[in-house]
């Protein structure tokens, strides 16, 4: 790592999940190498799973996957730190279906680096922190757009 401590971005995760044991046939790749080339994120850890259809899991790391399975992906492995203990990915694991793949990625949002950097000089620290889920704010666009709706056709009325 070049950076130091004090230079680093936060840090999320997620796991993707994919209908059957393909990981999604290589097609998030692209897109993660454009965010990695751009360097906007670092991504720290990457593990895959497959659960077959009785439940059974199986974890790979990029190493032992063919590129077949996981397109470009390859390209971030030299630098992984990873940050997952095997018990965060077992527990981790569970939220997969039984025939589904899928793929958890830690990274470093690089984007968010010197402002992180200038608030931990400033004294501050982050006391919380949250996600909303794309879904989420889907549905709360189409109820405003709803609400609009509405309240032209009751203007309209008028």
Sequence with gaps: MTQTLDELG???WLVVEFPGLDFGKGQIAPFLEDLINRELIRVLDMTFLRKNADGAL???EI?????SELGGVRMAEADLAMVLSEQDVMDLAETIEPGHSAAV?????QWAAPFGSAVRKAGG?????GRIPTQ???????ADEADAGSSEATREEA
């Design 58 to 60: 199986e974890m790979a």
């Design 10 to 12: 936060p840090v999320d």
């Design 125 to 129: 620290q982050l006391v919380a922190s």
């Design 63 to 67: 190493s032992d996957l063919d590129e």
């Design 136 to 142: 989420a704010v889907i549905a709360a666009f189409q």
């Design 105 to 109: 990625v830690v990274w470093e949002n």
